[in-house]
């Protein structure tokens, strides 16, 4: 067994001759005190005594702030015998805290990853992206908003399509848009007219029927884009976006089959939805 410090062996010794001085200086004291002598002090009253004089003194060290601890030099690690290395081998092994740990540090990785993974942005967020913060969009209807595709449909009916409300009510919210198409008569524009009405365009967006416009003919949307001049027009007519391809700034053509641009101001999508994700 290894033998105690040296220290620690001289507090001991100071601290027997400080019990048993004061405990003499005590009975010597009391006896005083009351008139006794000390060979007539019984074994009883000395331990008494002496028990007293222990509890003063390990209240008065306790009671004692605690001084700062010594700072000790690092011991240099001793090298890792095979022996060694197969003990530690086996505590890690035996230890079911390790696993615990490790299954810990999983889980709290995991939450951090949930809580610093990519936030998805809104379809709101992604067509103001897409649209570059442009403020004014001209769009023309067959092909794009509507299921029809020819001017001779609209005389009969018009049915918008579901799957553009969503991105065609986006772009209101922030853009100035105005809707345009060529017709035939009058009964085409009251179809389309009561289309939008019907989809809830009218109501749910900021769109208002004067923002939709018709013309006779095709050369009429052309000068319809021009004096509006937009950030952006969205049309199905190749030709009509290589004229306006000097004077808009972003077009977007609208067609089942990818056109191959030379200018970067026209971009092409098969339909409005899918332009915007």
Same mark, same amino acid.
């Given at each position: 067994?290894?033998?105690?410090?040296?220290?620690?062996?001289?507090?001991?010794?100071?601290l027997?001759?400080?019990?048993?001085r004061l405990?003499?200086?005590?009975?010597?004291?009391?006896?005083?005190?009351?008139?006794?002598?000390?060979?007539?002090?019984?074994?009883?009253?000395?331990?008494a005594?002496?028990?007293?004089?222990?509890?003063?003194?390990?209240?008065?060290?306790?009671?004692?702030?605690?001084?700062?601890?010594?700072?000790?030099?690092p011991?240099?690690?001793?090298?890792?015998?095979?022996?060694?290395?197969?003990?530690?081998?086996s505590?890690?092994?035996?230890?079911?805290?390790?696993?615990?740990?490790?299954?810990?540090?999983?889980?709290?990785?995991?939450?951090?990853?949930?809580?610093f993974?990519?936030?998805?942005?809104?379809?709101?967020?992604?067509?103001?992206?897409?649209l570059n913060e442009?403020?004014?969009?001209?769009? *023309?209807?067959?092909g794009?908003? +509507?299921?029809? $595709?020819?001017?001779?449909?609209?005389? &009969?009916?018009?049915t /918008?399509?579901? #799957?553009?409300?969503?991105?065609?009510?986006?772009?209101?919210k922030?853009c100035?848009l105005?809707l345009?198409?060529?017709?035939i008569?009058?009964?085409?524009?009251?179809?389309?007219?009561?289309?939008?009405?019907?989809?809830?365009?009218?109501?749910?967006?900021?769109?208002?029927?004067?923002?939709?416009?018709?013309?006779?003919?095709?050369?009429?949307?052309?000068?319809?884009?021009?004096?509006?001049?937009?950030?952006?027009?969205?049309?199905t007519?190749?030709?009509?976006?290589?004229?306006?391809? *000097?004077?808009?700034?972003?077009? +977007?053509?609208? $067609?089942?089959?990818k056109?191959?641009? &030379?200018?970067?101001? /026209?971009?092409? #999508?098969?339909?409005l939805?899918k332009?915007f994700?």
């Amino acid at each position: 067994m290894a033998e105690p410090p040296s220290h620690l062996s001289s507090f001991k010794d100071e601290l027997i001759q400080l019990i048993k001085r004061l405990g003499t200086y005590l009975a010597l004291k009391m006896s005083n005190l009351f008139s006794i002598s000390l060979q007539k002090l019984d074994p009883r009253s000395v331990g008494a005594i002496a028990g007293l004089a222990v509890a003063i003194i390990f209240t008065y060290r306790f009671t004692r702030s605690p001084a700062p601890p010594t700072r000790r030099q690092p011991k240099r690690q001793a090298p890792i015998t095979s022996s060694t290395a197969i003990s530690t081998q086996s505590n890690i092994t035996l230890m079911p805290s390790g696993v615990y740990s490790s299954s810990e540090d999983l889980r709290a990785q995991n939450t951090f990853d949930e809580f610093f993974q990519p936030v998805k942005p809104t379809l709101g967020q992604i067509v103001r992206q897409k649209l570059n913060e442009g403020r004014k969009v001209t769009c *023309r209807l067959l092909g794009v908003i +509507l299921e029809e $595709s020819s001017p001779e449909e609209l005389q &009969t009916k018009a049915t /918008v399509r579901p #799957s553009v409300l969503d991105v065609l009510l986006e772009i209101t919210k922030f853009c100035d848009l105005y809707l345009m198409e060529r017709v035939i008569d009058d009964e085409s524009e009251k179809n389309v007219l009561l289309a939008l009405e019907n989809a809830g365009i009218f109501t749910s967006g900021g769109l208002v029927k004067d923002k939709v416009l018709f013309c006779s003919t095709e050369n009429g949307r052309t000068s319809f884009v021009r004096q509006l001049e937009p950030d952006w027009h969205i049309d199905t007519n190749p030709e009509i976006v290589s004229q306006l391809a *000097r004077f808009i700034k972003y077009q +977007l053509h609208v $067609s089942p089959v990818k056109t191959e641009w &030379t200018t970067g101001k /026209v971009l092409s #999508s098969p339909s409005l939805e899918k332009f915007f994700g």
